[in-house]
Nanobody
Framework: QVHLVESGGGLVQAGGSLRLSCAFSGRTVNYMFVGWFRQAPGKEREFVGTIRWDSGTTYYADAVKGRFTVSRDITKNTTYLQMNSLKPEDSAVFYC????????????????WGQGTPVTVSS
């Protein structure tokens, strides 16, 4: 079992920045992915970005490319989501998830989830 805890959410003005953190523990493997998803009220959960733990290879949704960056600190078992140039449409509950996945963009391919942290971007 893998336990994940997100932090860093909050209220920010449009154009601002936030950095989310996801600390995890438990049975992990180096070739797993640790991803970020978000879900706005009334909408489906959508992929934001992910990182392969051993190589650091990252993948992003088109909507956040160039604005968001996923990184990791191997010594702390923590992944980060740096969000810049935030827009009101980025407002959602952000979740981190871990798993050994094929298609990194599908939330159903991730086995372990955190509790989520809310992000609100005001206009």
């Amino acid at each position: 079992q893998v336990h994940l805890v997100e932090s860093g959410g909050g209220l920010v003005q449009a154009g601002g920045s936030l950095r989310l953190s996801c600390a995890f523990s438990g049975r992990t493997v180096n070739y797993m992915f640790v991803g970020w998803f978000r879900q706005a009220p009334g909408k489906e959960r959508e992929f934001v970005g992910t990182i392969r733990w051993d190589s650091g290879t990252t993948y992003y949704a088109d909507a956040v490319k160039g604005r968001f960056t996923v990184s990791r600190d191997i010594t702390k078992n923590t992944t980060y989501l740096q969000m810049n140039s935030l827009k009101p449409e980025d407002s959602a509950v952000f979740y981190c998830a871990a798993g050994i996945v094929g298609n990194v963009y599908r939330h159903s391919n991730y086995d372990h989830w955190g509790q989520g942290t809310p992000v609100t971007v005001s206009s």
